[in-house]
């Protein structure tokens, strides 16, 4: 059976910066960054980290207060960014007509409703508390938010949640765009969501000594992949959703097209749940272009998963040079984490966002704070500056996650 191609229709999330995606996109190429401190007044001790939150988003006008009352905030924060990108799509929430029943839903969530098992928490052990809220179970499923986004669309195929950490909604984009290509699936509304700030989980992540220090005078320059000066991650929460379509029904509808996905790769390290290995990026990079019939020499940007650990930083590069051989040198790479935070189950599908976005606009972003480069990270060409004017045919989007999960993205740049 031949393979369908993938348009890409609709584009959604929710800012941290507050504003809508052309904004979003406009400070990230300025180099402004939305990492922010956060004290917290927790006991017995308060959370004292470098933050990305969405301050401006408001879950009872986003979506009204009966639905919001039904979600947890990682589900609030997906079903918000959902109905951007399904609006940004020219669809109608409700069917009119057209047949949904093989439309679908394939979401990335690390965490799921952590913040709502949190208060359970909270409730029974400092509060004394001896019975729970009947919506705890309902808000606390990781497949809440995949659930909630099939019910308000009407969408009657299948709707599924990924869990594979960092690399949740890579996968989840990857096994949407599958489905679409090989025709099982129209429309399928993808993408991902995270809030890691329950105090369980920060407090988790601090102790892995991978997050970077800061304060309320350094927070926003924090998080510096590929630097010498580097010192870890910084978590965020958000929500970010991509609509992906059969293209010929996209054409047929008069839908505008921002790009076309056409490759996905997924590996596994298979060595060790927290250190990375050149061997299965490379592995995964390497699917990705064969799946999406690239050559090395088609790509023109890589948004790399660039977390500024100090162990995870080097081995992408590694993979990237190994892959691209001679040509890495003059290869544009950026990481945009370094303004948006890591989002963990959300990261990918902010990322891919990122990637259509300057595929569209014939516009690389960069990677900030990048002053003094780790000669462990050189032999690429680092983007530290916005590049404007640039003639993209091509890009992927790196997601390497905890446990050795792999997974790229490819999108390609349209002229229609």
């Given amino acids: 059976m031949s393979q369908r191609r993938v348009a890409i229709t609709g584009l959604g999330l929710v800012s941290p910066y507050g504003g809508d995606l052309a904004d979003f996109f406009a400070r990230l190429c300025a180099g402004k960054s939305a990492v922010r401190y956060l004290l917290t007044d927790d006991l017995p001790r308060p959370l004292s980290i470098p933050f990305v939150s969405c301050p401006g988003f408001d879950p009872d006008v986003a979506l009204g207060k009966p639905l919001a009352s039904m979600m947890d905030r990682f589900a609030q924060l997906a079903m918000a960014a959902a109905f951007s990108a399904w609006n940004d799509s020219g669809l109608p929430r409700q069917a009119e007509g057209d047949q949904r029943d093989d439309w679908g839903v394939a979401w990335g969530t690390a965490l799921g409703g952590t913040l709502a098992y949190e208060k359970g928490y909270r ?122 379509e059969d293209w010929d029904h996209a054409v047929a509808r008069g839908a505008r097209i921002h790009g076309e996905m056409v490759g996905y790769g997924t590996t596994c390290d298979h060595s060790h749940l927290v250190r990375p290995e050149a061997a299965g990026q490379i592995r995964a990079i390497g699917l990705t272009l064969a799946d999406a019939n690239l050559n090395p020499g088609d790509v023109d940007y890589v948004n790399a998963h660039g977390t500024a650990t100090a162990e995870g930083d080097p081995v992408e590069i590694t993979a990237l040079k190994a892959v691209f051989g001679d040509r890495a040198a003059a290869l544009p790479v950026s990481a945009t984490k370094s303004m948006h935070g890591h989002l963990l189950g959300a990261a990918a599908a902010i990322e891919a966002i990122v990637t259509i976005l300057a595929l569209r606009e014939g516009t690389i972003p960069p990677t900030a704070h990048l002053a003094a480069l780790d000669p462990d990270c050189a032999g690429v060409d680092h983007v530290t500056t916005a590049r404007h004017g640039q003639p993209l045919r091509a890009a992927l989007s790196n997601s390497f996650a905890f446990g050795g999960s792999n997974a790229v993205l490819a999108f390609r740049a349209v002229d229609v």
């Fill in 123 to 244: 409730e029974l052990w400092q509060k004394g508390r001896e019975r729970l809220s009947p919506l705890s179970v309902v808000l606390g499923m990781n497949n809440a938010a995949n659930a909630h986004i099939s019910i308000q669309l009407g969408l009657g195929g299948v709707s599924m949640s990924h869990t594979v950490a960092c690399a949740s909604s890579a996968i989840a984009i990857g096994e949407a765009f599958r489905r679409v290509r090989s025709g099982e699936a129209t429309v399928m509304l993808t993408g991902g969501s995270d809030v890691p700030q329950a105090y369980g989980v920060a407090r988790a992540w601090e102790a892995l000594r991978v997050m970077a220090p800061g304060d309320a005078e350094t927070s926003a320059a924090a998080c510096k992949p590929f630097s010498a000066e580097r010192r870890g991650l910084v978590l965020g929460e958000g929500g970010a959703a991509l609509v992906l």
